[in-house]
């Protein structure tokens, strides 16, 4: 295999083949060894030596950079340390950026990236109706009926139910800076945690903390995601519509299929609405109008449910009502 032909099979490997940008972020990102490596995992150290003629102690070296770098992750299986590569674009995207030793180089591939061939990913996502990547996790507190939030959609309970918590930058802010919302609220969980503390990319906390991040990112008008599975979650993201690679790609019809709404949609009582327009204002995705009538309306198909408008009424005027059942979350 050519030189060229190891970044652009490595760009395969994370469903991004024809991308003319991401073979670049991969060059940058490995030595053509180091690429080599990469496109032999999953392997452990010790396999990886004997099969490109090295000692296991120069592999574990080579390992450990990438796994700084972002590029691997491990994971131990019967006693034995195995190593993989991202299973898709999303996470390279992710581990590398929040990568300290990042260039500003490769942070601008990265915008390059995002503006000119990862919209095309998403539009064959929506068009083929694939699983959304992430969903709106709702505020709890805002849901009419509070016995109808399931586990798994509440963010509170995704916190109790972690084995881990860590902190970290949202990569998203820290890669477009486009606004000047909380850069420290991004939750890793569980094995992400774990993975973020281990690489020194985040900082373990506790349940008290992380829920203050919560609220202060409820207050700057960030939106709640996690990963689009009912299924044990790694991540609870705090979200704005300007930098992050799945919120500000969800308002076009064309690729609005990265991200799946929470299962609510946002409700308003007429009688106690006093048409103060704080809910169109902090809405994010436009859903909501307050400019005519007696009352705010909601515009059903461009809700997300994730509540920021009932969390900022001052007259209590609007609520999250179930409109999606349980298995709208895929298992």
């Known amino acids: 295999m050519s030189r060229s032909d190891v970044y652009r099979e490595l760009s395969k490997k994370v469903l991004m083949e024809n991308s003319t940008i991401l073979p670049r972020i991969w060059r940058m990102l490995c030595s053509e060894l180091e690429a080599d490596i990469v496109n032999a995992l999953p392997a452990s150290a010790g396999e990886l030596a004997e099969k490109f003629g090295m000692p ?17 992750i491990d994971a131990a299986k019967n006693g034995v340390t195995l190593y993989r590569m991202p299973k898709h674009v999303v996470q390279l995207h992710d581990w590398t950026i929040s990568w300290e030793g990042i260039s500003e180089e490769l942070l601008e591939l990265w915008r390059e990236f995002e503006e000119k061939d990862y919209p095309g990913l998403l539009e064959l996502v929506t068009m083929i109706k694939m699983p959304s990547f992430m969903r709106v996790v709702p505020i709890g507190e805002t849901v009419s009926t509070k016995n ?26 820290k890669l477009m800076k486009r606004c000047d919302k909380p850069l420290g609220v991004c939750l890793q969980l569980n094995r992400a945690a774990e ?37 044990r979650t790694n991540v609870l993201c705090n979200c704005c519509t300007c930098c992050c690679e799945m919120l500000r790609f969800a308002s076009d019809v064309k690729t ?13 009582d007429a009688d106690a609405c006093t048409m103060c327009a704080f809910c169109e204002d902090v809405c994010p995705m ?15 198909e461009t809700c997300i449910g994730c509540g920021l408008c009932a969390h900022e009424c001052p007259a209590g ?11 709208f979350i895929p298992a």
């Open 286 to 300: 436009g859903a909501i109008r307050a400019d005519s009538g007696d009352c705010a309306v909601v515009e059903a």
């Open 148 to 173: 109808q939030v399931l586990a798994h959609e509440d963010a509170l309970k995704l916190l109790e139910s972690s084995s881990t918590i860590a902190i970290t930058d949202c990569v998203c802010r």
């Open 317 to 327: 005027a609007i609520g999250l009502v179930e409109t999606r059942p349980a298995d």
């Open 56 to 72: 296991e102690e120069e592999m574990q070296v080579i390992l450990n950079g990438l796994f700084r770098r972002g590029v691997v």
């Open 256 to 268: 609005k299929g990265v991200l799946a709404p929470s299962r609510y949609l946002a409700s308003v």
């Open 195 to 231: 993975f973020a503390i281990k690489r020194g990319t985040g900082r373990r906390i506790g349940i008290d903390e992380a829920i203050a991040v919560l609220k202060r990112s409820r207050d700057a008008g960030l939106v709640h995601l996690t990963e689009n599975t009912a299924a």
